[in-house]
């Protein structure tokens, strides 16, 4: 299954783009509208890409009011990214979006600013989300911690159903005058660089728990997906790649199916976990390598 990266697709003003999609992931929706961030909010890197936008999103109310109506006509799986600045105002939005048509699975941004990313904080919000609704509840992990693994069980075990990895790691950019391009100093970092993070990230989740995986961070060809597939992922999603092509989805799925056929596999996913290895023992010593 192949999905957007939360943030970067607007379904709404490229819908042909989301329909090559099999399901669209919203920006992140907060209780309150926000402005996002003051300029700059996107700054080019060598091997990557930085951004500050803020979680600029319309809120609450006016998603449920004017955003998911039109979101519905797309006929497309919906998964709402969900954020927060507290457990309450992660679980309220849950709870309003329990009882409405066509959404697929909520995403817990649990990398947001100002949200306490330790794995208590983390469990409390699950635990809160998964008391206020029953659709499926995908936790997305930050991947500046070496004990990924630990985060993983720690959500599986507050009742998430599926894990989305990775966020962004936080970077800085600097100007010719040698201060920070961004407005806000330092931004999300994301884009071909993220990939080998992401890939063990993914890795490392794999080998702790059973949940699904969509795989997501730096992919850009068919090749990059299938590398996730192998590490665990079930479902993968681009990011920063929509933004130069946004036809990349068509190609990446030549790609992917190009690169199991290489392989000798039936289908992309027969590759699902192969870099895990056979032997569990030796997958949980080589997972357990990531904390040293
Ligand atoms: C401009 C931009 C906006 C983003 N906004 C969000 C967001 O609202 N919520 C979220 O969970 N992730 C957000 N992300 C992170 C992406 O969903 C994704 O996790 C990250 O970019 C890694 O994938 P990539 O390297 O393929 O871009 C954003 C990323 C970018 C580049």
Redesign the pocket.
């Known amino acids: 299954m192949l999905l957007?990266?939360?943030?970067?697709l607007d379904a709404l003003s490229a819908p042909e783009v989301a329909r090559s999609l099999d399901g669209y992931?919203?920006?992140?929706i907060t209780p309150e509208p926000r402005e996002g961030n003051p300029p700059v909010?996107?700054a080019e890197t060598r091997a990557?890409?930085?951004?500050s936008?803020g979680?600029?999103?319309p809120g609450r109310e006016r998603f449920l009011a004017q955003t998911l109506p039109r979101l519905r006509d797309l006929e497309l799986p919906i998964w709402v990214?969900v954020?927060g600045f507290s457990v309450g105002e992660y679980a309220e939005t849950c709870a309003a979006l329990d009882g409405e048509d066509g959404i697929a699975a909520i995403?817990l941004?649990l990398?947001?600013p100002n949200v306490d990313e330790a794995p208590e904080g983390a469990i409390e919000i699950v635990a809160a989300c998964r008391e206020a609704t029953d659709l499926p509840l995908y936790a997305?992990l930050s991947p500046a911690t070496w004990n990924m693994a630990e985060h993983a069980r720690a959500v599986e075990f507050a009742g998430a159903d599926g894990l989305?990895l990775?966020?962004?790691l936080r970077g800085l950019a600097l100007d010719r005058n040698l201060r920070p391009t961004l407005g806000t100093g330092g931004g999300?970092?994301?884009?071909?660089?993220?990939?080998p993070v992401?890939l063990a990230a993914v890795y490392a989740c794999a080998n702790a728990v059973e949940l699904p995986i969509v795989g997501?961070?730096?992919?850009?060809t068919g090749l990059d997906a299938l590398e996730l597939i192998a590490a665990g992922a079930s479902s993968v999603?681009?990011?920063?790649?929509?933004?130069t092509e946004p036809e990349a989805p068509a190609r990446i799925r030549v790609e992917l199916a190009a690169e199991a056929a290489a392989r000798n596999l039936a289908h992309p996913l027969a590759a699902r976990r192969m870099a895990l290895g056979s032997s569990p023992e030796s997958v949980v010593r080589i997972g357990n390598e990531f904390r040293k």
């Open positions: 957007n990266a939360s943030g970067c992931v919203t920006k992140t909010r996107i990557g890409m930085l951004n936008i979680l600029a999103n990214s954020g995403e941004n990398s947001c997305k989305s990775v966020n962004t999300g970092y994301s884009g071909p660089a993220l990939k992401a997501m961070g730096g992919v850009r999603a681009l990011g920063t790649l929509l933004f």
